[in-house]
């Protein structure tokens, strides 16, 4: 079963998974079965989870990423600086999340579980 990603006994190549699928979604957009922006965006997306070039970058969104160092190292300095804050609610570290803060116009950060008590005194 393709679409499966991962799991036991998935012996095809998944390159050739991507040519066999390609090959059905060319033959659709021919017959008119599909358009072919939607069967290119499926096939960008089948060839990313070979290629990791293909993939959309989380730091600067593009697909490719033109500089995958330089996102690397940006990546790694916000995890520092995430880290590094503490929450503004409780005032412990961890994973925060940044929210607005409609009162002070500044973004504060705070844990998911956090939040609701937060916003009982905020806005
Ligand atoms: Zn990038
Ligand atoms: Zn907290």
């Known amino acids: 079963m393709w679409g499966d990603s991962g799991g036991s006994g998935m012996s095809?190549?998944?390159?050739?998974?991507?040519?066999?699928?390609?090959?059905?979604?060319?033959?659709?957009?021919?017959?008119?079965?599909?358009?072919?922006h939607n069967a290119f965006d499926l096939l960008v997306e089948r060839i990313a989870a070979v290629v990791p070039a293909f993939r959309t970058c989380p730091t600067c969104g593009m697909t490719p990423c033109p500089d995958p160092t330089f996102c690397a190292s940006c990546r790694e300095a916000d995890q520092k600086i995430a880290a590094?804050?503490?929450?503004?609610?409780?005032?412990?570290?961890?994973?925060?999340?940044?929210?607005k803060n409609?009162?002070?116009?500044?973004?504060?950060?705070?844990h998911?579980?956090?939040?609701?008590?937060?916003?009982?005194?905020h806005r």
């Open 112 to 121: 998911p579980q956090c939040v609701r008590f937060w916003r009982k005194t």
């Open 84 to 99: 590094s804050r503490n929450c503004a609610q409780c005032g412990a570290g961890g994973a925060t999340e940044p929210h």
């Open 12 to 36: 095809t190549d998944p390159r050739l998974v991507a040519l066999r699928l390609a090959g059905n979604w060319g033959q659709k957009v021919e017959r008119g079965e599909m358009e072919l």
């Open 102 to 110: 409609n009162e002070r116009r500044w973004i504060v950060y705070l």
